[in-house]
Nanobody, 114 residues
Framework: QVGFVESGGGLVQPGGSLRLSCAASEKITSIYKIAWYRQAPGKQRELVATISNESRTTYKYSVQGRFTISKNNAENTVYLQMNSLKPEDTAVYYC????????WGQGTQVTVSS
């Protein structure tokens, strides 16, 4: 099973930006799709964005235009650039395969608050 390690979260004010990183344990070029997910307190985990092995991307409607998913194949790393952050973006963010997931990593906490 491929493993993922997320990083880059933190506390940011509304309107701020963060860049999350996801390091994979194997070559991401061999993975059909990788996704960022998030889980807010008391809510179910939800899909935020996906990127395919051909770099095609999809986004949850509420983050379109604010978030950008990208990857660096040479570094086996997937990124999530988050701009214009809102309090409702507060959650633990995870990366994993899509649509079938592997074991979940620890995630990285993103808190948007003034």
């Amino acid at each position: 099973q491929v493993g993922f390690v997320e990083s880059g979260g933190g506390l940011v004010q509304p309107g701020g930006s963060l860049r999350l990183s996801c390091a994979a344990s194997e070559k991401i070029t061999s993975i059909y799709k990788i996704a960022w997910y998030r889980q807010a307190p008391g809510k179910q985990r939800e899909l935020v964005a996906t990127i395919s092995n051909e770099s095609r991307t999809t986004y949850k409607y509420s983050v379109q235009g604010r978030f950008t998913i990208s990857k660096n194949n040479a570094e086996n790393t997937v990124y999530l650039q988050m701009n214009s952050l809102k309090p409702e973006d507060t959650a633990v963010y995870y990366c994993n395969t899509y649509p079938n997931v592997q074991s979940w990593g620890q995630g990285t906490q993103v808190t948007v608050s003034s």
